[in-house]
């Protein structure tokens, strides 16, 4: 396979080794466990992970966790089993900001005794207001002159919890007229009185992420901290703290784009809007664009992987389509998916040259081009089910499926021929008669008049009862809340269609759970663990055969 040019990101660290900046690189994924994992995360993880594999170092998995009104535990887990999922394995154990606590609150006094910390008495809105625009510089705080002995004393009575949240914060003492607003005296701790789901009670001053996010790096020794360009105007800060605190490593920041996706939301606030809303059923709907939700969809770790090496990693922000990702679960399950024939709105087909009694069995391949994927076994008798859609009373040349005198191919199994068809009291067709054509296992009839085309089916007498949901885009518009909408607005009424009464072949009985077959002519379909009940399993679509949406 051809190898694809260095990104930027190696090339850096392919310099910095050649040089001897440092003899092996560490790298760090830092999700903030606030939600699920979404498909930019995803993004995010294969960057970090994968430059550690490429270039034998490390990576670490650590919760970056500075806020915890909205952290929990379901939240790391949920994480935690993602990471996995996607192929990847972190090194030691998990890691928490929130374990750097006292080393953070260290480092905090540090900065207080060099006179390069305050603690200053402005609300949060005043605060705001003294922090001026990008064209106004900012005014000092009144209490930024305080002596190192008094903010000692007033951070000390911080962290007893003896003000209120908002009373006061720490601030760095930087620059009032940086060009840069972050370098504005940035808050760098403030209270909060609220449990930690790591920490417990022990804290109620709980550092920022800047204050956090680099000092956690050089404790882990984390050589290339990589985050998205957001962060590209608070990399000053990043480095002054680093530069004024005796930290044990001297990590650097790099920037990359984040990834966009069209009809998608990638923002784990409006992901959880759309959970709390009930507009889904939960972070692992099928619909949703987390890692959760795709698996449970059928997306495979290697269609993400492979995806996210497609897209690249620059400094260029810019919008991939959709279709990309699909493409790319496409190609995988293609290669991969097991075949399978299920019948999605059945129809009954009675043979009426087939005796009653008569039972065949016929071998079809698992995979037309993998051995490896073994074989299934098709019962078929005198009557069967094909889909609705595969039987017309007449049609022109043009429909190569089930017509009344003409041919078409049972896949796998015999050619038939339609005579004619039962419609109930409405006119709605509910059997059709047909008969099948000797000798034409493998074979084209004998008469040399040859079938029209192939259609899926199953027995009537073996075959599985089971329900199939159908997945469309979560929502209509490409760019979901732009030009000043709520991006609720272009929701897809239509994104989930619920078949009963469906039939599948008796072999996906054994399906496991986000797993995904190929259902032949139909698409990509796994077991959805959720809804699946003994006896009666669910199937989730996981992409069509072809780009429908593609014009
Ligand atoms: P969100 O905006 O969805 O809340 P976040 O950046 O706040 O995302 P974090 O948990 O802090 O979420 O993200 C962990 C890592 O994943 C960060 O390094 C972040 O830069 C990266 N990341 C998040 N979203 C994307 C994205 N769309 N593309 C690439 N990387 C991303
Ligand atoms: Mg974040
Ligand atoms: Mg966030």
Not at 456 to 479: G, I, N, P
């Amino acid at each position: 396979a051809k190898q694809k040019p260095a990104h930027f990101i190696q090339n850096i660290i392919k310099r910095d080794l050649d040089e001897g900046k440092v003899t092996s690189i560490v790298t760090r994924f830092p999700p903030e466990p606030n939600g699920y994992l979404h498909i930019g995360h995803a993004k995010s993880i294969c960057l970090n992970f994968g430059l550690a594999k490429d270039f034998g170092g490390q990576c670490n998995l650590r919760f970056d966790d500075t806020n915890p009104e909205k952290e929990s535990d379901e939240y790391v887990e949920s994480i935690k089993r993602d990471v996995s999922w996607l192929g990847f394995q972190w090194q030691g154990d998990i890691r928490f900001t929130s374990d750097y606590f006292d080393t953070l609150y260290s480092w905090a006094l540090e900065l207080i005794r060099v006179g390069k910390a305050y603690v200053c008495d402005l609300t949060p809105e005043q605060a705001r207001e003294y922090r001026g625009t990008l064209t106004e510089p900012g005014r000092n705080s009144p209490t930024r002159d305080r002596s190192v002995e008094e903010n000692l004393t007033l951070f000390e009575k911080m962290r007893a919890g003896e003000f209120d949240e908002g009373r006061c914060s720490l601030r760095a003492k930087i620059d009032m007229a940086s060009p840069n607003i972050n370098m504005r005296d940035p808050v760098i701790y403030r209270i909060k009185k609220v449990r930690h789901h790591h920490t417990g009670d022990k804290w109620c001053v709980y550092p920022s992420y800047d204050f956090a996010h680099g000092q956690s790096d050089a404790i882990e020794g984390v050589t290339h901290s990589i985050c998205t360009l957001e962060f590209e105007d608070h990399r000053p800060l990043y480095e002054w703290f680093i530069a004024n605190l005796s930290v044990p490593a001297t990590p650097k920041q790099y920037e990359f784009a984040r990834l966009n996706l069209n009809y998608t939301v990638t923002s784990k606030r409006k992901l959880r809007q759309l959970v709390d809303d009930g507009h889904v059923d939960g972070w692992d709907d099928p619909r949703m664009p987390t890692i959760s939700g795709m698996r449970r969809r059928g997306f495979t770790p290697a269609s993400l992987r492979n995806f996210c090496e497609r897209i690249g990693v620059t400094r260029a922000d810019s919008v991939v389509d959709v279709g990309m990702l699909e493409y790319c679960v496409r190609d995988d399950l293609d290669k991969n998916a097991p075949r399978a024939m299920c019948v999605l709105r059945p129809l009954k087909v009675t043979l009426t040259n087939y005796p009653e009694d008569r039972r065949e069995e016929f071998v079809a391949p698992g995979h037309p081009n993998r051995d490896d994927l073994g074989e299934r076994r098709l019962s078929f008798g005198p009557s069967l089910y094909i889909d609705r859609e595969d039987f017309r009373e007449e049609a022109n040349k043009k429909y190569k499926r089930l017509v009344i005198g003409k041919r078409v191919r049972l896949r796998n199994a015999y050619v038939i021929e339609a005579d004619e068809c039962i419609k109930d009291d409405g006119g709605q067709i509910i059997e059709v008669k047909a008969r099948v054509i000797d000798n034409t296992i493998g074979q084209d009839p004998e008469d040399g008049i040859k079938p029209k085309g192939v259609i899926h089916w199953v027995s009537a007498h073996d075959h599985l009862a089971c329900d199939v949901r159908l997945y469309d885009r979560l929502f209509t518009e490409e760019s979901p809340g732009s030009g000043g909408k709520d991006f609720l607005e272009s929701i897809n009424p239509d994104s989930l269609e619920v078949l009963t009464g469906c039939m599948a072949e008796p072999s996906l009985a054994n399906a496991a759970a986000e797993f995904a077959y190929q259902f032949e002519r139909e698409g990509y379909f796994c077991l959805d663990e959720k809804y699946s009940k003994s006896g009666k399993p669910v199937f989730n679509r996981t992409i069509g055969l072809r780009d429908s949406w593609a014009k």
